[in-house]
C-alpha cells in the first residue's frame, strides 16, 4: 500500500490481511502493518487495522509477550466487571430495560435468562487481543445480553472519542447518556463504531451492553484523542463510583 491515505487503502488492505494470513506468512503481514505505521497515515481507521494485524499475528506465532507489547498502543480498555445473561429470545434484548440499565449494584444478585441468579464480577483473565470474549464468562452464550462496566478517571474535563466493535449489538451509556446504540448483528471488528464524546473531570462511568445470537460475543473498547492518539493520563477501575453530574456536550 504505498499511499495509506488514497480512498482504496483500506479495500486493499483487508484483501492483503485476508490473503497473507491464509497462507500463514505472518512475518510479512507484521512487516507490512509496521510500514503503514510508519507513513503515520492521517487514516487512522487503517492505522489502527494494521496495529490490529501485528497483535493477531504475534498471537498466532505463539509469541505472547510481543502481542502483550504491541495491543498496549491501541489502548484497549481491559479493566471491566460483567454481569449476564440476561434474555435476547428474538433478538428482543435490546430494548429491553434490564436492571443494571437503571441502578449498579455490585453486591445485588439479579435474576438472569433461565431464572439463572447473577451478580458482577471481575474475569479472570481477558483475551490478549484486548476483545472482551463473553462467551468465556458467561452462560448460555445463545440469545442472551450481557453488560460490562467501568469508570474512567480524567484529569480535565476533555473530548475524546470512543471506538468499539462488538458481536452483535451494542448500546453503550457515558455517566448513563446513550452515546451508541446499534441493533446490528455481525462479527466484531475494532473500530466499528467511532463516537467523539466529553469525559468530565473524575470519574465517568462506562456502561456496555452486548446483545447475543449465536456463535462469538463480546466487544472490544478504545478511548483516543481527537486525533486518533493514545490519552496516557486516564485510569480505570472496576470499584463503585458515585457519579457527581457532568455537563454533555
Ligand atoms: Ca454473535
Known sequence: IENPDSPEAEVYWIMIEEIVSKIGRYDDLIAL????????????????????????????????SRAEQEVKKLGMVTDWLLIGPFDNTGKSGFKKVYLPEEEIDLQK????KDSIQIKWFQPRKTNLSGFINFDA??????????????????????????????????KVWLND?????????????????????????????ILVKVCEKEDSWGFYFRITDLEGELIEDLEFDTEFKEITEVEKV
Open 33 to 64: 502493518s509496521q510500514n503503514i505505521i510508519a507513513q503515520n497515515p492521517r487514516n487512522k481507521i487503517l492505522q489502527a487495522y494494521a496495529q490490529g494485524q501485528i497483535v493477531q499475528s504475534y498471537i498466532k506465532q505463539g509469541k505472547i
Open 109 to 112: 444478585i439479579y435474576t438472569g
Open 137 to 170: 464468562f458467561l452462560y448460555p452464550h445463545n440469545w442472551s445480553v450481557g453488560y460490562a462496566l467501568t469508570y474512567v478517571y480524567s484529569p480535565k474535563e476533555r473530548a475524546v472519542i470512543f471506538k468499539v466493535g462488538a458481536d452483535d449489538a451494542v
Open 177 to 205: 447518556q446513550v452515546v451508541i446504540e446499534q441493533d446490528l448483528y455481525r462479527k466484531a471488528v475494532i473500530d466499528q463504531e467511532i463516537v467523539p464524546v466529553w469525559l468530565g473531570e473524575g470519574w465517568n462511568k
